[in-house]
């Protein structure tokens, strides 16, 4: 296996949520003790449904939002630890693209400008910034003649690749993908998949794959983290994962994947309600108010980690396994 | 499902906007589909095609500078076009309803869930106040919604995504429908909650008998859901099947595109099949076949003219020159 290229031990965000000035403060656990090693060149899936933190985690690690506690280590250097002006020249390694391409460009530049932005930040001479900027904006499928455009101009597809484009600028070691294709239809999302996966090949890059869906990740990833009210549940390699998954939870998501199959009559496991609030999460397991083999000890206690050849569970059924 | 009787009957519909300079630009091309009763027919295709523009002229919320300009909707047999909007409301809700993929766009904020769901009972039926507040809750309870009696007195914005789509089906629930039409239902929610959601449209539909017309991307739903689906392109229809020949034996180059690129279907293959390039905007639309420039098949006559939706051997139906009998390089017969 390649070398880690991330290490993050123990990340926490909570945010702190006040209703009235005499009430005390609560606390959103939005991401809540995470241990995850990322090696260089994989693309690490991280899958969980709307609110279990997958976007506050990838924020966390680029800095985009401080921690609350934890480290995250990179090429041996704790990312947690830098002065602002030290992550700030750290940007040029580590970049993200996010779900909503419009949303993140600036309406009022041109496709050129944004581009540019990052090169500048970066104090790259003015002669090179055209040279990087054709050339990625080719790379990513668009043409020369699309940069003195703006944003409203292009298709949602479109903006996505100069999102990915702008990620590009530096060309950074890793990009956390937070939902690239989730706003995309179909045809244009395996466009935009086959891209990331192009740009990988050429340039050796780590991605950090945030999406809610399974079919997606699926096909993209190497290894599979799966989410739930801030905490990772589950975590192996990709084929291992969807052909056996072990968590409760895993196996539902999977189970609730629709298939193009018309005959195919699927075993589904229906969850009950929706994700608790991560303000006021349950005790014991977090999962055990929807999962359909709780057992009383998950009412009370914490499961921790346990490994089956080469997976990572976080469930006592397995860990009464092990032990008898 | 053959020899049902249709619940809803639609011809040549043909819907404008009008924009900023007043200039009207079609985005519905003259579309012809029919739902039976107990049928579920599902509309799939990119964005921007017509799908929620075609259910919203159905359901006559088009808005001020939308029109339909001309085609027949006839819904268990009258034409509604031509109705009121008085006659239109006693429809809405009670014997046609429909449910958005955005509920908070059609949740009132600052109304309770009760009082919603409540004034639609109070609209169409002759039940007291103290009967409806007990229908109320029990269709809740039915959507399953905890703590039905509470989330009566909430408000929409206390509740989470998919308990505001179960209040949404609840009240299109409210009157028994002849017709549902959910446009993308389940999108903005994830797979566990999409399962919950259809699980009750399907339990809903084979109770009470009623047609479904459910518009959605996602062809693992119109796998699990529809018996019927109709492909939608550029505001024209350009394929129609039953959902298993669809998805088995699709005929037209985009519905084979869109099968495709499904990343599920991919299994262990790098790439994806993608179809290159953007559906065209209202207004943009080529004369000949609208897909011609993004279509690995196009042959001189695509880019000219514009194929007919023709009936095939099979019972569907395909709007290709593929399949037009005689066409250069096409099928012969
Ligand atoms: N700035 C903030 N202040 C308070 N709470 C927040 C903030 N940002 C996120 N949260 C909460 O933290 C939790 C995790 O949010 P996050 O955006 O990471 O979820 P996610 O897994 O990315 O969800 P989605 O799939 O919807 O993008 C949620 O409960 C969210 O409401
Ligand atoms: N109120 C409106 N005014 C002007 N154009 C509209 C309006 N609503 C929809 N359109 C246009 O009509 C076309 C079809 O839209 P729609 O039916 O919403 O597509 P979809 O198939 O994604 O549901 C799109 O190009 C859209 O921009
Ligand atoms: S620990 Fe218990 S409640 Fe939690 S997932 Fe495992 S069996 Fe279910
Ligand atoms: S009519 Fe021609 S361009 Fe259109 S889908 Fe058929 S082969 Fe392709
Ligand atoms: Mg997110
Ligand atoms: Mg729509």
């Given at each position: 296996m390649s070398k880690p290229i991330l290490e993050i031990k123990g990340l926490k965000k909570h945010f702190a949520s006040k209703k009235g000035w005499f009430q005390p403060a609560t606390y959103v656990q939005a991401v809540n003790g995470i241990d995850l090693t990322v090696y260089e060149g994989e693309t690490l899936s991280i899958v969980g449904e709307s609110g279990c933190g997958k976007s506050t985690t990838g924020r966390c690690l680029l800095r985009l939002l401080e921690p609350t506690s934890g480290e995250v280590w990179y090429r041996g250097q704790d990312l947690t630890k830098l002065s602002s002006k030290e992550m700030r020249e750290k940007r040029s390694d580590l970049q993200i693209v996010f779900q909503d391409p419009f949303a993140t460009?600036?309406?009022?530049?041109?496709i050129r400008s944004i581009l540019e932005e990052p090169l500048i930040a970066q104090k790259v001479p003015r002669d090179k910034r055209a040279q990087i900027i054709e050339e990625t904006v080719q790379i990513v499928?668009?043409?020369?003649?699309?940069?003195?455009?703006?944003?409203?101009?292009?298709s949602g597809g479109q903006r996505q690749r100069i999102g990915i484009a702008r990620a590009l600028m530096l060309r950074p070691q890793l990009i956390v993908a937070d939902e690239p294709v989730s706003a995309l239809d179909v045809s244009i999302q395996s466009q935009i998949l086959n891209l990331l996966q192009d740009l990988q090949e050429q340039f050796g890059m780590t991605y950090i794959f945030i999406s809610h869906d399974l079919g997606v990740v699926e096909h993209i990833s190497d290894r599979v983290a799966v989410m739930y009210l801030g905490e990772i549940v589950e975590l192996g390699r990709k084929e291992d994962l969807f052909k056996t998954p072990l968590h409760p939870y895993t196996q539902a998501l999977i189970s609730a994947i629709p298939v193009t199959d018309p005959d195919e009559k699927k075993e589904r496991i229906i969850l009950q309600g929706d994700l608790p609030s991560p303000a006021n999460p349950p005790t014991g397991c977090r999962f055990h108010p929807r999962c359909h083999a709780c057992m009383d000890i998950c009412k009370t206690e914490v499961p921790k980690e346990t490994f089956i050849a080469g997976q990572m569970v976080r469930c006592h059924l397995y860990e009464a396994k092990k032990e008898s | 499902m053959n020899g049902q009787p249709s619940v809803l009957e639609v011809k040549g519909l043909t819907t404008q906007f009008s924009n900023r300079k007043n200039r009207s630009v079609t985005v519905v091309d003259g579309v012809d589909f029919h739902v039976k009763k107990g049928e579920t027919l599902g509309i799939v295709g990119e964005s921007g095609c017509g799908k929620s523009v075609t259910s919203l002229s159905i359901m006559r919320l088009l808005g001020k500078n939308g029109k339909v300009t001309s085609g027949s909707v006839r819904f268990e047999g009258q034409e509604t076009l031509t109705l009121t909007e008085q006659e239109m409301r006693k429809l809405r809700g009670n014997r046609l309803a429909m449910i958005f993929q955005e509920p908070m766009t059609s949740l009132n904020p600052v109304l309770t869930i009760g009082r919603q769901i409540g004034e639609v009972l109070q609209l169409h039926t002759s039940l007291g106040q103290e009967e409806r507040k007990r229908r109320v809750i029990e269709l809740l309870t039915l959507v399953g919604i905890p703590r039905a009696a509470d989330v009566y007195r909430e408000h929409p914005h206390r509740l989470s995504g998919g308990m505001r789509q179960r209040v949404m089906i609840a009240m299109a629930m409210a009157c028994q429908p002849q017709l549902l039409i959910a446009d993308e239902p389940t999108t903005a929610l994830d797979v566990t909650i999409q399962a919950q959601m259809l699980g009750l449209i399907r339990d809903m539909r084979d109770n009470t008998g009623m047609a479904v017309m459910l518009i959605t991307h996602d062809l693992g739903v119109v796998a699990e859901m529809c018996d019927r689906v109709l492909v939608m392109y550029a505001g024209q229809v350009i394929e129609s099947a039953d959902v298993r020949t669809l998805l088995r034996n699709p005929k037209h180059p985009y519905t084979m595109g869109l099968i495709r690129s499904v990343p599920h279907q991919a299994k262990g293959v790098k790439w994806l099949y993608a179809i290159p390039g953007n559906v065209p905007s209202p207004g943009e639309w080529?004369?000949?076949?609208?897909f011609a420039a993004r279509c690995s098949e196009a042959m001189p006559i695509c880019q000219e003219q514009c194929p007919s939706l023709m009936k095939m051997e099979d019972g569907s139906e395909c709007r290709c020159w593929l399949h037009v009998p005689g066409t250069e390089g096409g099928e012969r017969p």
């Open positions: 460009l600036n309406p009022k530049l041109t499928g668009l043409t020369i003649a699309h940069l003195d455009r703006y944003p409203h101009q292009f | 080529p004369q000949g076949c609208r």
